[in-house]
């Protein structure tokens, strides 16, 4: 993204009848308009290609602040957005053509649902930025539009007050401003939350990222176990971090590590099949290489499961932290017990036994 930066002449700490002085320094630095446009370039495509790809995680952002987006005028509307580059472009590809004001909120790089849920994207902040820019000296209405998903971060009220600007919530996807700019009000649909295949999916490959260690356990069971058991670790991996966001609404239950505990069983069964009808082994071989295969797969697919909680419209805080808390211990359990099993069956082939 292209951007110019402009220097206006006003302090960026200017204490307004509304709340309080920033306490800047006497020297401070007066604050900067930046310049952008609704123009997404191949730059921006790449970026956007490697934050899906979790590359560089923390560095997909721009500079908090004020930004000018074509030529806007003091009853010019204003919109908050995070600093991660993805939510900035989508809001400003959005506003295409339109004139207006974005006021970018530090939130490290984190998307404003997320930031919302982390506090970052909060009242606190965006009171700041409204200060910090001098706000009411350059719009003559005191409204600034806000992302729902935004809204759990943000009191209204208490950015009013602090402020004297009042919060406008605006529409879920960016793409429904031009509509929404109209008449400023949404339409049920603007306002629901939808998780469509294509969304999910999108999810995956961060998650394939974070799995690349694991696909070296495959090599190393290849010539431990052999092509069969590096096959299921291979299918234990991309069935966590692919299929599972594929199947996610059609998995019954409720919880995101049963979901995983279900889809790893039905993944692990043909491989516990193939591993417990070996007829080379005794009979409580093969029934332990069976176990193995059930309990390792589903509780690393069912962990997988786990992280997908942080990313999608199907969970809560507290709703997570109680399926951490639960479940978790019962993974661990599973995939110790299963690794010890394991263990047990190379030791017996190494000396013999088996």
Not at 276 to 283: D, W
Request: net charge positive; charged share 15%; hydrophobic share 50%.
């Amino acid at each position: 993204m292209e951007t110019e930066q402009k220097t206006v002449s006003r302090c960026s700490c200017t204490p307004s009848p509304q709340a309080p002085s920033c306490d800047c320094p006497a020297d401070s630095p007066r604050a900067e308009i930046r310049t952008t446009t609704g123009t997404i370039t191949s730059a921006n495509r790449l970026d956007h290609l490697l934050a899906r790809w979790g590359w560089n995680r923390g560095g997909h952002r721009v500079e908090p602040g004020l930004y000018r987006l074509g030529s806007p005028i003091a009853a010019s509307p204003v919109f908050a957005s995070a600093n991660y580059t993805l939510s900035f472009d989508a809001l400003r590809s959005a506003l295409a053509g339109l004139d207006a004001w974005i006021l970018v909120l530090d939130t490290k790089g984190i998307n404003v649902w997320c930031a919302a849920g982390k506090g970052t994207f909060g009242t606190e902040e965006l009171v700041r930025r409204i200060l910090a820019a001098d706000l009411a000296s350059l719009v003559s209405h005191r409204t600034i539009i806000v992302p729902q998903l935004g809204a759990p971060g943000i009191s209204s009220l208490d950015v009013a007050r602090r402020s004297g600007f009042a919060v406008e919530y605006g529409p879920v996807r960016a793409r429904d401003l031009p509509e929404y700019l109209e008449t400023h009000t949404a339409t049920p649909a603007m306002r629901r939350v939808e998780f469509p295949v294509a969304d999910r999916i999108v999810l995956a490959p961060v998650e394939l990222v974070m799995a690349l260690p694991m696909f070296i356990a495959a090599v190393v069971l290849w010539f431990l176990a052999g092509p069969i058991a590096a096959l299921a670790a291979v299918s234990t991996i991309l069935s966590g971090t692919v299929l599972f966001p594929i199947l996610l609404p059609f998995i019954p239950t409720k919880d995101f590590s049963t979901k995983g505990l279900i889809l790893g069983a039905v993944v692990a069964l043909p491989f516990a099949v193939a591993f417990g009808t070996n007829p080379a082994l005794p009979l409580w071989a093969d029934a332990l290489s069976a176990v193995t295969t059930l309990l390792v797969m589903s509780a690393v697919v069912s962990y997988f499961a786990l992280n997908f909680t942080g990313s999608t419209t199907f969970t809560s805080r507290t709703g997570v932290k109680k399926e951490i808390f639960t479940y978790v211990p019962v993974m661990a359990v599973m995939a110790v017990v299963g690794s010890l099993a394991g263990i047990a069956l190379l030791a017996g082939r190494l000396f013999g036994v088996i």
